[in-house]
């Protein structure tokens, strides 16, 4: 009985699971979740930073660990003549071992570095993962500005298409001469045409976008509202943020791992030393121990550990000049779209509240003045044309705004 149960549970739990996808399945796809399932993938541009972070750690405690001692086995004291070992008692079987000592804090300096060396990974895997919000983000809005375009053109199309009845009607009647109908057909194949180029980069969109979170996902339907996003913050207070950013994570790791580079290269100034210890078994007098330091003598000067100590110094600058420079880059892409998102506000406003609305005003008294016969249908076709083109520019503006709030986001970082 309880085993019977426990299958119709399972039964149960698998059919409203399946039920539960495929609704999931049928749901429009917003902007959030989609960057959401970019973020939950298994993604290997990142995870391949995460496995490098991972093996550095490891070679830190490498790096940390004593060699390995030396065991010696030998004879001492053999004679020459006859080589009898009997004969003389110095003769000894012996047996030492040897621990060589690293100089000063080298082991220490050593795990350091590649601690150091492990956070420049993994900040390196937290500026992919802000990249590829960042591309999720653009991907979701090219394919929505293509699809709103696909549904204009197409609304438009059948708007020429009813004209183009009325035309072929007028011209039957004798009222319209041929070249409207002419005219009509063009434009309307010509929409026909801009139809195929949409649904072309519509594809191109989609696969940039199911890159990161896969072709099923990015085959649904996407949301009809307008995506909102963060508005973005004062120019100076974003600039605050910008030594925030991973890739300036990265270069100050790679700099603390240069300045840990330099303590190592100074302990070559300081000896190192090994320690080792020694018995000797003879067969007709006492067995002799022997213990022993060695350390290294600087005999031949310091000029190769100044020019090491030097080098060191240079590549720590070198990174601080890096770093420097990429600030400063990061700082011009902000200043630079914290302007480009005024402008294209202040565009889409401009469309908005002037440039539509006398588009269709234009359109709806050209197409009274053609009912009531005191404008051509070349002059009707112009005005529904210029509305298409005024409508597809203010879309275009609103999905460039939004990738630019896109950009300033990936910049300062996403809201908490």
């Given amino acids: 009985m309880f085993h019977t149960a426990m299958v119709r ?18 749901y429009p796809l917003s902007l959030p979740e989609a960057v959401l399932l970019a973020s939950e993938a298994e993604e290997p541009s990142v995870e391949v930073w995460r496995a490098r972070a991972e093996a550095l750690d490891s070679q830190g405690i490498a790096d940390a660990a004593l060699p390995d001692p030396m065991l010696r086995v030998g004879l001492a004291g053999v004679r020459l003549s006859d080589f009898d070992r009997n004969r003389e008692g110095m003769t000894q079987a012996q047996v030492s071992i040897r621990q060589m000592f690293p100089r000063g804090d080298t082991q220490r300096l050593s795990r350091e570095i590649r601690e150091w060396e492990a956070r ?112 973005p913050g004062v ?10 950013h991973p890739a300036i994570a990265i270069l100050d790791a790679r700099i603390s791992a240069r300045d840990r580079g330099v303590e190592l290269a100074q302990q070559r100034y300081r ?15 006492s067995d002799l121990a022997s213990v022993g330091v060695g350390v290294e003598m600087p005999l031949f000067g310091h000029s190769g550990q100044d020019a090491g100590v030097a080098a060191a110094r240079s590549l720590r600058e070198a990174e601080v000049f890096n770093r420097d420079a990429a600030l400063l880059d990061l700082s011009r892409e902000l200043v630079a779209s914290d302007a480009s998102l005024r402008q294209l506000t202040e565009h889409a406003a401009l469309y908005r509240t002037e440039v539509l609305p006398r588009s269709r005003e234009t359109e709806e008294a050209v197409l009274l003045a053609y009912g009531n016969e005191r404008a051509d249908f070349a002059e009707l076709v112009r005005a529904e044309l210029a509305l298409l083109d005024n ?14 709030q896109a950009r300033l986001m990936f910049l300062v970082g996403d809201p908490s």
């Fill in 9 to 26: 549970l399972a039964m149960t739990a698998l059919v409203f699971g399946v039920a539960g996808l495929a609704q999931a399945q049928d």
């Fill in 391 to 404: 409508e597809l520019a203010l879309y275009l503006t609103q999905v460039d705004r939004l990738k630019i």
């Fill in 235 to 244: 120019l100076d207070a974003m600039r605050a943020q910008l030594v925030r």
């Fill in 271 to 285: 000896p190192g030393f090994s320690l080792e210890a020694g018995y000797g078994l003879r067969d007709s007098r």
């Fill in 120 to 231: 420049s990974a993994r900040a390196a895997g937290a500026l992919e993962a802000r990249r590829i919000r960042l591309n999720v983000r653009e991907a979701w809005l090219e394919l929505y500005y293509w699809e709103r375009a696909a549904s204009l053109i197409a609304e438009r199309r059948t708007a020429l298409e009813q004209l183009g009845e009325i035309a072929s009607a007028s011209f039957a009647a004798g009222d319209r001469n041929s070249h409207d109908v002419i005219r009509i057909d063009l434009e309307t194949r010509v929409l026909t045409t801009r139809l195929v180029e949409i649904e072309r980069n519509r594809a191109v969109a989609r696969a940039d976008l199911g890159r990161y979170i896969g072709d099923q996902a990015a085959t649904r339907a996407l949301t009809p509202q307008w995506p909102v996003l963060p508005p």
